[in-house]
């Protein structure tokens, strides 16, 4: 017996959310999992098929000599809002101040937030 929004529950959530009782499960051993490109530092990403996934070998995930995320080709970034958010420290040194990257009037400004 569980708690669902503060009532019990009889039975496994997911069940009392309308969730499949017997969901698939994989990776235990009833089947493979293929990795294509699989190289260190490659971002994994879903090719559709049940049982492969492929490294990006033009996105990557670095941690030397400083974590970053390298790319070899043009990188884009979208979002309900379209803004692009750099985390830093301000003139003042105080860390963890956000900024948003944004073009206006053909100028690149970056404004804290």
């Known amino acids: ?66 974590t970053h995320i390298n790319s070899t080709t043009d990188l884009y970034v979208s979002g309900s809002g379209n803004n692009l958010f750099i985390q830093g420290a301000d003139e003042d040194g105080n860390m963890n101040v956000m900024y948003r990257i944004e073009i206006s009037g053909g100028i690149l400004k970056a404004i804290k937030t």
Do not use: F, H, V, W
């Open 1 to 66: 017996m569980g708690r669902l929004g503060g009532r019990r529950t009889l039975g496994p959530i997911k069940s009392q959310l309308g969730g499949d009782n017997s969901p698939p499960t994989g990776g235990g051993g009833e089947g493979d999992l293929t990795i294509n490109n699989n190289i260190d530092g490659n971002i994994l990403k879903s090719d559709g098929k049940a049982d492969e996934i492929s490294g990006l070998g033009s996105l990557r995930y670095e941690t030397s000599p400083a």
